[in-house]
């Protein structure tokens, strides 16, 4: 259990373009969704974090108007780079996180298998 | 931001080895999770621990929680090829947010 899935799993894009990364629960409710950016051989930095229905709340540095991050559902969530740069390149990944049986949140994420993004 | 240092960054042992890895943090955590990471691919959950103290095993791998919650340890026994990988804890707080360590890379030999 716990499968989160992303899409694409690659893209390659021009500069100036947008690009839209979905993350998807497969078969649970995620009631939180993170988005991360992982740069070669470092660990992973958050980026923001989505809860259903409201509105992201980004990390510091990040830019929000960059970044669009839409919550649709407990299943769906969607990081859209807009007007990307070569900067912009960078591996992608989403986690979902969803409480535990016993009802105590162990703040357990379950990645996605990432998306890696190259802008020309 | 709360702080988790790993140790060591870089690991690399013969097939057949013991290995461990150390995750220290002068802050307490709800929780603390291990993923192993391979490249190009997303974390994979390993483990969570929860109470101070706690020891989990899985198969060859045996994790520990420090009795204060500050700090962790993976240890693998006789380490294979297929234990290769990024290593990543991570430690859980209030705010339902991971603080991750660094990495540790770990390459077993064949």
């Known amino acids: 259990g716990a499968v989160v899935s992303q899409h694409p799993s690659r893209v390659i894009c021009k500069s100036g373009t947008s690009v839209k990364i979905e993350c998807r629960s497969l078969?649970?409710?995620?009631?939180?969704m993170f988005w991360y950016r992982q740069f070669p051989k470092q660990s992973l930095m958050l980026m923001a974090t989505?809860?259903?229905?409201?509105?992201?709340?980004?990390e510091q540095g990040v830019e929000k108007d960059k970044f669009l991050i839409n919550h649709a559902s407990l299943t769906l969530s969607t990081l859209t780079v807009t007007s990307a740069h070569p900067e912009d390149s960078s591996f992608y990944i989403c986690?979902?996180?969803?409480?535990?049986?016993?009802?105590?949140?162990?703040?357990?994420?379950?990645f996605g298998p990432g998306t890696r993004l190259t802008v020309l | 931001t709360q702080l988790l240092e790993q140790s060591p960054q870089f690991l690399s042992i013969q097939e057949g080895e013991n290995l461990t890895v150390y995750c220290n943090s002068s802050?307490?955590?709800?929780?603390l999770q291990w993923y192993r990471q391979e490249p190009g691919e997303g974390p994979v959950l390993l483990v969570t621990?929860?109470?101070?103290?706690e020891v989990k095993k899985l198969k060859r791998l045996t994790f520990q929680f420090g009795d204060a919650r500050k700090d962790s340890s993976l240890h693998i026994t006789a380490a294979q090829p297929g234990d290769t990988g990024l290593y990543l804890c991570?430690?859980?707080?209030?705010?339902?947010?991971?603080?991750f360590g660094a990495g540790t890379t770990v390459t077993v030999r064949a």
């Open positions: 989505s809860n259903e229905g409201s509105k992201a709340t980004y």
């Open positions: 991570a430690g859980g707080s209030n705010d339902y947010k991971l603080s």
């Open positions: 078969d649970f409710q995620a009631t939180t």
């Open positions: 986690s979902a996180s969803a409480p535990r049986q016993r009802g105590v949140y162990y703040n357990e994420q379950f």
């Open positions: 802050s307490v955590f709800s929780s």
């Open positions: 621990v929860v109470t101070g103290g």
